[in-house]
């Protein structure tokens, strides 16, 4: 199988996407002329013309309300905000309109809508740039949240989300565009609420999604050397949850350890390590383990920003405390 | 208020729709005073030209959006009143199963794209509909009622903006009823003409009399023909004045009892009614039929709500996501 980037991924998933459904555009700042600030829209403009790839002016707010009113009537809008920090501009758009217009018109209207919000830290982008914040929307019914690590996943769940009648908020992990890996040439969706074991094991069972996975990997290779088997869950879609994954692996393993890059205070590995306690509880040896980050703003300096979130040592560290 | 150039079927046809919707409201009052109904009401009472002479200068085709306080605007484009209503007592045979209350109102088949609780919420949302207009070339406006609250949000300046630079056929109307809740437009903005506003963003603003419903008709077609013609956006001020308060039960303590008073004697079901009869339109008669008609759809329409049953209690859960998909209350 051929091998490209995650980045290229969402590309060819937009374009294709594009080509096979005309109701399908794009919108957001930098879109058109620019090809977007990660050049993942390079060319579109040129091959879709300017209704179906809208550069939009700095106006978050609006341009997310305006593309719920699009989808309201029937169009697929995908719209990128620039960094998923920029989210909380437009969050009466996401939170009060586009997941709830279904449920409160009692099912008159659907919103078709995804949006594309890349996250994540470890590009120096201080504070305002390098956040993981799906666990607001992983919190409002009527979204779903996916959270794809992998090239191969990235392009199938995207597919799948701009197919998708509902809502749907995407996080891309900023540090994971120039990532590789294999996606088939020919046409390929990963359905949305499906988890994926990415690494097989007996001992324990890492819980994890986005750019984590890699870092669970790395230390579930490591881990491997000093006889501990981990089992990788990469969860794919955070909203709806896929807990017959969680729990199969589980019943197997009866150590649990979930991980996330975002603040470990009210985030999404906490919703995780509640169902496995709820649900669950008899199969477990040990009580759950997070591994997140530190509840801090992102810093700047290098140096310290590398200290906020979790490396596959921290990972390595969590899998040890549970088999303890 | 003139009724020059508009024959006697249209200005009766405006009177009946502004009537129907001034007893619909005073009865959505009634009710709410007597606990039968739950929740906030607002009501539009002293508003009725703006809805009425907007949506009679738009196709059945066209959309809207509309406000918290958006029963007249849904009742003037077509909404029926018995599905109003019954959404209004939480019911099934509601327009949207009981789960959205009066102030979330919608009928996509006939262009009411739902009213909203969040203010200036409705006007990115028209500017999507306009753009998928446009994108799906379709002769189809949109128009946005919004009050002069939402003209100090950030979705007024930032969906104005879109809509003028990519020529948006969507229309902009604010019904400047003076209030935000308690606070005095003046209190909070500089200009004394919201529509001044479109200035700033190269389009046309009108301020016109929000009471008088032909006036609202003439500066809406004009604009719903220069949104066809690929004109772009047009912003509409009506001056109005709601008689009640923000919600039901509101005291009112912030407004002038001389200002109620003089808006009283503006209002704009009595005054068409006074200018039909004055210049021989129609006779008490055929008016007072008219509303013996309305009333007993009013009534008719209560009666259908109290008669619905309530949601099953199944559909708490239905509808999060939409009807094709699989998860339901997704885990």
Redesign the interface.
């Given at each position: 199988m051929r091998t490209i980037t995650y980045g290229q991924a969402i590309s060819e998933a937009l374009r294709e996407e594009m080509l096979r459904d005309r109701s399908v555009l794009i919108m957001g700042e930098d879109m058109g002329v620019l090809g977007s600030v990660f050049g993942l829209t390079k060319g579109f403009l040129e091959e879709f013309g300017p209704l179906r790839v809208i550069d939009t002016p700095i106006s978050e707010s609006s341009f997310t309300g305006m593309a719920v009113g699009a989808a309201m009537r029937g169009l697929r809008p995908v719209v990128e905000i620039m960094y998923v920090d920029f989210t909380p501009v437009c969050m009466d758009a996401i939170v009060n309109q586009a997941a709830k217009m279904c449920y409160m018109t009692g099912g008159q209207i659907s919103v078709p809508l995804v949006i594309r919000a890349p996250g994540g830290a470890g590009r120096r982008n201080a504070g305002q740039h390098s956040q993981s914040l799906e666990a607001l929307f992983t919190h409002i019914p009527g979204l779903k949240v996916i959270a794809p690590a992998t090239p191969y996943d990235a392009k199938g769940l995207l597919k799948s989300a701009i197919r998708d009648p509902d809502p749907v908020v995407c996080i891309e992990h900023k540090l994971l565009y120039a990532t590789r890996g294999e996606v088939p040439e020919e046409e390929h969706l990963v359905p949305l609420g499906k988890a994926e074991i990415k690494r097989k094991g007996r001992d324990v069972t890492v819980i994890c999604y986005s750019r984590q996975v890699l870092f669970a990997l790395e230390a579930a290779e490591e881990l491997s050397a000093e006889g501990i088997e981990a089992e990788i869950v990469d969860l794919r879609t955070l909203v709806p949850l896929d807990w017959a994954a969680i729990e199969s692996s589980v019943k197997k393993t009866h150590r649990v350890v979930v991980v996330q890059e975002a603040v470990k205070r009210g985030g999404y590995a906490a919703e995780i390590a509640a169902q496995v306690m709820e649900n669950a509880f008899d199969y477990l040896d040990a009580p759950v383990k997070r591994v997140a980050g530190l509840n801090v703003i992102p810093p700047f300096s290098p140096g310290l920003e590398d200290l906020i979130y979790p490396h596959k040592q921290d990972i390595m560290q969590g899998v040890r405390e549970v088999l303890r | 208020m003139k009724t020059g150039g508009y024959d006697r079927e249209t200005a009766v046809k405006f009177y009946r729709e502004m009537l129907r919707i001034r007893l619909f409201e005073m009865k959505a009052a009634e009710l709410f005073s007597r606990a039968l109904l739950a929740g906030n009401i607002h009501t539009c009472v002293g508003q009725e030209a703006v809805a009425v002479g907007a949506c009679q200068a738009l196709r059945p085709g066209d959309?809207i959006?509309a406000t918290h306080r958006g029963h007249g605007h849904c009742l003037a484009k077509g909404g029926d009143s018995r599905k109003m209503m019954a959404e209004l007592f939480g019911k099934s045979a509601?327009?949207?199963?009981?789960?959205?209350g009066s102030m979330?109102i919608?009928?996509?088949s006939l262009g009411i794209?739902?009213a909203?609780?969040?203010v200036g919420?409705g006007?990115?949302?028209?500017?999507?509909?306009?753009?998928?207009?446009?994108?799906?070339g379709k002769d189809e406006v949109?128009l946005a009622f919004f009050g002069d609250g939402a003209s100090n949000t950030?979705?007024f300046h930032?969906?104005l903006?879109?809509a003028s630079?990519w020529n948006l056929p969507v229309i902009y109307l604010c019904e400047n009823n003076r209030y935000g809740v308690s606070v005095c437009i003046e209190r909070v903005t500089r200009v004394s003409n919201l529509a001044e506003r479109a200035k700033a963003y190269g389009i046309p603003g009108v301020t016109i009399d929000g009471n008088d419903v032909f006036a609202v008709h003439e500066a809406v077609a004009e604009a719903a023909r220069r949104a066809r013609g690929g004109e772009g956006p047009t912003l509409i001020e009506a001056v109005t004045y709601r008689h009640r308060g923000h919600y039901e039960g509101d005291p009112q303590v912030y407004k002038p009892k001389e200002e109620i008073q003089e808006w009283k004697e503006r209002d704009p079901v009595a005054g068409l009614k006074r200018k039909i009869l004055e210049e021989g339109l129609a006779g008490d008669e055929e008016l007072g039929a008219i509303e013996n008609e309305l009333r007993l759809e009013i009534e008719e329409a209560v009666e259908f709500a109290m008669d619905s049953p309530y949601p099953d209690a199944a559909q708490v859960t239905?509808?999060?996501?939409?009807?094709?998909?699989e998860?339901g209350?997704?885990?």
């Open positions: - | 959309y959006t509601g327009y949207c199963r009981g789960k959205g979330h919608a009928d996509v794209l739902g909203n609780g969040i919420a006007l990115p949302i028209a500017a999507g509909s306009a753009l998928a207009s446009k994108i799906m949109t950030g979705n930032e969906s903006n879109m630079a239905a509808d999060v996501y939409s009807k094709d998909n998860w209350v997704a885990r």
